[in-house]
């Protein structure tokens, strides 16, 4: 079966038991899963349920489509992602971005944990990505191109929203939440990385490292979305403040940083 046969599978399935078409689509990362609680939640339906949809197998990502409303907009919201170091394609990886785009998605937020490696960072600074450096070993757009999901060699000098960035930045300034902005790098993980790692990062330009958002972002702009991104840094990559570093101890951070987030994607939210 094709991708795309895929995909018109899983949205037919989805269609089936939504009621409205959202047009706003967030992918609840570390550090974001709250934000549901701002949403009138109208129908959750577990990614076990849905037609080819991997299953998440990540702690702390529960693995489920939120539909509802925020301030009236509808609002799609991917609870618990997938990540290539569990062992999925890349093509798993994105593959409910390629649904949201079917289900009628023109703008998509991203929102991640991710380790600073710019030196003025701080632990729980929020982070609007501008830019990022790919990674990992793969692209999500190698092999066979379906023109009818998007162009053979995207453009991908403008791969966060520039107009997006400048609504975030007014939100911050209005709510009087501190941000930063920079660039982030992706990286296939599992493992945090050594001195040395954070050290070339931070030599070829990167503020922030995780394991995720880069594939998603590329496939999204291959689709035609407009795209923003946050990271919440959970740790710091920064010579002389290197220490150990646990998942869970990665959560807790992200958690503590959670209400600022959340209410940041509120307001970013009201003014699209």
């Keep these: 079966m094709s991708l795309s046969d895929r995909i018109n599978e899983t949205v037919a399935s989805i269609y ?4 409205e078409r959202p047009t706003i689509g967030v992918v609840l990362g570390t550090g974001l899963g709250g934000f549901v609680n701002q949403l009138d939640i109208e129908l959750e339906i577990p990614y076990a349920s849905i037609p080819h949809f991997p299953v998440s197998t990540v702690q702390g990502h529960d693995g489920k489509l939120i539909f509802g409303t925020l301030l009236g907009k509808p609002v799609l919201a991917m609870k618990g992602r997938f990540h290539y170091y569990e062992g999925y394609s890349m093509s798993e990886v994105t593959y409910p971005i390629r649904v949201m785009k079917e289900l009628g998605i023109q703008s998509l937020l991203l929102s991640n944990a991710s380790g600073g490696v710019n030196p003025e960072f701080k632990i729980g600074d ?4 501008h830019d990022h450096i ?11 191109n379906d023109n009818d999901l998007g162009s053979r060699f995207p453009d991908m000098s403008e791969p966060y929203d520039r107009g997006f960035i400048q609504i975030m930045e007014r939100c911050a300034v209005d709510s009087g939440i501190s941000i930063q902005k920079g660039v982030y790098a992706g990286v296939p993980g599992p493992c ?5 790692e954070y050290k070339y990062l931070r030599v070829i330009g990167a503020d922030a490292v995780g394991m995720s958002t880069v594939p ?3 496939v999204a702009r291959h689709a035609g979305m407009k795209v ?11 010579e002389g403040k290197i220490e150990k570093i646990s998942h869970e101890e990665v959560q807790q951070a992200a958690a503590q940083a959670e209400p600022k987030m959340a209410e940041l994607v509120k307001l970013f939210f009201a003014r699209l």
């Design 16 to 19: 089936s038991r939504i009621k």
């Design 228 to 238: 923003a991104a946050l990271s919440v840094i959970t740790d710091l990559g920064i």
């Design 192 to 196: 945090f990385e050594t001195p040395a």
């Design 126 to 129: 929020i982070m609007v990505v």
């Design 216 to 218: 998603e972002n590329i």
């Design 134 to 144: 790919n990674l990992f070993p793969s692209n999500p757009l190698i092999g066979s």
